[in-house]
């Protein structure tokens, strides 16, 4: 697509609830990121892959957070018993650079907005 | 582990030139990107530089000293839409960009 699709744009949830989070990325971006960005903060690195490769999930806070793109292109960002300290904006952002060397620009969606109640 | 420190908030009036410093702390260090996001909205590439010296573009510059591991965004001529977020970013080994907590810049006529 022409640029990098996020669903839903706003959901909110009880707590104990799972939610599953898609990015679309920019057709041919072979990297795929996730972040999260709390309200007046900067983004908080999850994890990244390169095609379908899962290269980096140091990111994610604990074992209820998984992210996978199955065949390279979407990927689900999924929360499993979701807590009040979960709510906050979840960016996916895709790269054309499988290198992290270089400048690796990042286009990021317009996100996610989790609210758990 | 890595850190960066960027001031909070700077405000500046119409015209004016404002520069947004960034320090750093990491390890295999690539070079130091910058971020612009207005509100409601999503973090946009501004530059990146890997080297040493200042980088050009428009009204925008960014400077990096890797020795002093500090560098800074100089934002001249200002317009009311450059009113945003300004967030510093490293590239290094091994993981993904690294943000820093922004400077917000308010820009008033």
């Known amino acids: 697509g022409a640029g990098v699709s996020q669903s839903p744009r706003y959901k909110v949830t009880k707590r104990g609830q799972d939610v599953a989070l898609r990015c679309d990325p920019i057709?041919?971006?072979?990297?795929l990121y996730w972040y999260r960005q709390a309200l007046g903060q900067g983004p908080e690195f999850l994890t990244y892959f390169n095609y379908e490769a899962q290269q980096d999930k140091s990111g994610l806070p604990n074992d209820r957070f998984s992210a996978e793109r199955p065949e390279g292109s979407i990927s689900t960002l999924t929360i499993q018993r979701t807590e009040q300290r979960d709510s906050a904006m979840y960016r996916c952002?895709?790269?054309?650079?499988?290198?992290?060397?270089?400048?690796?620009?990042?286009?990021f969606g317009a996100g996610s907005r989790l609210t758990v109640l | 582990g890595q850190s960066l420190e960027q001031p909070s908030e700077v405000t500046a009036v119409e015209g004016a030139i404002v520069q947004i410093n960034c320090t750093y702390q990491?390890?295999?260090?690539?070079?130091l990107s910058w971020y612009q996001q207005h509100d409601g909205g999503a973090p946009t590439f501004l530059s990146y530089?890997?080297?040493?010296g200042l980088e050009e573009t428009g009204r925008f510059s960014s400077f990096l000293s890797r020795s002093d591991s500090y560098g800074y965004l100089l934002l001249q001529e200002l317009q009311m839409k450059d009113s945003a977020s300004y967030f510093c970013?490293?590239?290094?080994?091994?993981?993904?960009?690294?943000f820093g907590k922004g400077t917000t810049l308010s820009v008033s006529s």
């Open positions: 970013a490293v590239n290094q080994a091994g993981t993904a960009l690294i």
């Open positions: 057709s041919g971006h072979v990297s």
């Open positions: 952002a895709s790269s054309t650079d499988r290198s992290l060397s270089g400048a690796n620009v990042l286009t």
């Open positions: 990491t390890s295999g260090f690539y070079g």
């Open positions: 530089n890997a080297l040493d």
